[in-house]
């Protein structure tokens, strides 16, 4: 399995870019690499997913690196109600890690 | 288009007892996968159906067991309930292509979220 390594927390002010790291060392060369976010009391979303290509959609964009072992996950403008758990996740049945949670700050 | 949803919203059993789990499947998906998230942490996964087929599963033993039914939803079934097993239990649902092992975005329901005393 693919193994999977977030920051446990980060820290954003308000309107600023945030850049989330993603480590996945040992992804197979045809699974997707896809971002899922959880806000408090609610069940995942999707956020965004990509192959070998930069991706870009109306909530964020995805940066992954040109060996695929790792990628990043950014936001443009931080806003309060972006604060939740990040979760990467590089394999094709969705095996979630522990995630990074981001605090945004007003 | 209605979204994933799950029954009930919580439940209550006692250790020992068995527990069934309903999900419905967002209209047009044929792929639904059980996670279970254990309070602060991060989504564990079951299992996944694909066409009624169990197409894949965590590391969970063998007393979780699933079924999806033709119209695609599903259940989680959960036999000899142990304290360990209180969590939230997520259904999520996708469409999956055929021959492809790269699936697309899943749709999530609000989660059951089961105590056991």
């Known amino acids: 399995d693919a193994k999977t390594t977030q920051p446990n927390s980060m820290e954003s002010n308000e309107e600023e870019p945030v850049h989330l790291p993603c480590n996945h060392s040992?992804?197979?060369?045809?699974?997707?690499i896809h971002w899922y976010r959880q806000l408090p009391s609610q069940g995942p979303e999707y956020v965004i997913h990509?192959?070998?290509s930069n991706v870009n959609n109306r909530m964020a964009s995805l940066a992954i690196a040109e060996d695929r072992k790792s990628s990043t996950l950014i936001l443009h403008r931080a806003t309060l109600r972006d604060a939740a758990v990040y979760y990467c996740?590089?394999?094709?049945?969705?095996?979630f890690g522990a995630g990074t949670r981001l605090t945004v700050k007003p | 288009e209605t979204g994933v949803t799950q029954s009930p919203t919580h439940l209550i059993k006692t250790r020992g007892q068995q527990v069934t789990l309903r999900c419905s499947s967002q209209?047009?998906?044929?792929?639904v996968s059980w996670y279970q998230q254990a309070l602060g942490q991060g989504p564990q996964f079951i299992f996944q159906?694909?066409?009624?087929?169990?197409?894949g599963r965590g590391n969970f033993p063998p007393r979780f067991s699933g079924l999806q039914f033709p119209n695609y939803s599903s259940e989680l079934n959960v036999n000899a309930l142990e304290l360990d097993d209180s969590a939230l239990y997520l259904c999520?649902?996708?469409?999956?292509?055929?021959?492809?092992?790269?699936?697309?975005?899943?749709?999530f329901g609000p989660g059951t979220r089961l105590t056991v005393l």
């Open positions: 209209s047009g998906h044929n792929t």
């Open positions: 999520a649902s996708s469409l999956a292509m055929s021959g492809s092992g790269n699936y697309n975005e899943q749709f």
């Open positions: 996740i590089p394999t094709w049945d969705m095996r």
């Open positions: 990509g192959l070998t």
């Open positions: 159906y694909y066409r009624e087929e169990e197409n």
């Open positions: 040992t992804i197979s060369g045809t699974d997707y």
